[in-house]
């Protein structure tokens, strides 16, 4: 017998990895929950131990530590529609192995509610007509405001739209534009409409609001 070692090789053992995404679909903003279960062969008790890295939709990744479970979990309001990957990485006793699935955000939508509104005539420093002040608010469908999204304000005339300004909700969501100039042409309309674009979270919305014709200077 001699005295040379004899090389030994262990096999790493394969696993299985499935993944539930909660709710699905969901609402753009909406706390989703995805969870990797990595299962491994049947003949094996150890839990697999190490990472697993979430790629969402967008192309971002997040990596999550396997818990004694041998889950791991990642909780996000970044979910976009597409493919959700969760992949296991593997350890020094387990492959890794990895899995997809769609997942659906929905647009959340929008209600957008215009105030009305009063042309005036002012004198100085030259005449002109104006509109003191609009506001138009932004909402969800559920009554939760809508911050940080433009609005405009645009008048509807014979001779065309007369754009009349763009401002930014709130807080609260409201949108607020101050002395618009009003063309002499377009002092007769007899409402305004205010335009949200909307964006990849939330759904477009208009409204009209009224527009009342003061000919006394104010």
Do not use: W
């Not at 009305?116 to 608010?137: D, H, M, N, V």
């Not at 002395?179 to 377009?186: D, E, L, R, S």
């Amino acid at each position: 017998m001699n005295g040379n070692p004899t090389p030994v090789t262990v096999s790493p053992n394969p696993t299985t990895t499935t993944l539930s995404v909660t709710p699905n679909p969901s609402t753009c903003g909406q706390n989703v929950t995805a969870c990797a279960t990595i299962t491994p062969a049947p003949a094996t008790t150890t839990v697999p131990t190490g990472t697993v890295t979430f790629t969402l939709p967008n192309g971002q990744t997040q990596i999550v530590p396997v818990n004694a479970s041998g889950q791991a979990c990642l909780t996000t309001t970044a979910l976009t529609t597409g493919t959700l990957t969760a992949t296991y990485n593997g350890d020094s006793c387990f492959t890794g192995s990895n899995a997809s699935t769609p997942v659906t955000v929905n647009r959340t939508p929008t209600k957008l509610t215009a105030q009305p509104g009063t042309i005036r005539l002012r004198l100085t420093p030259l005449p002109e007509f104006y509109i003191p002040t609009l506001s138009a608010t932004l909402t969800t469908t559920s009554g939760m405001p809508v911050a940080g999204q433009p609005v405009t304000f645009t008048a509807t005339t014979l001779f065309g739209p007369v754009n009349l300004g763009t401002a930014v909700t709130d807080a609260n969501g409201t949108a607020t534009i101050h002395n618009a100039i009003v063309p002499v042409f377009a002092i007769a309309t007899p409402f305004y409409t205010a335009t949200f674009p909307g964006t990849s979270c939330y759904t477009a919305a208009t409204d009209h609001g009224i527009l009342l014709f003061i000919p006394l200077p104010g």
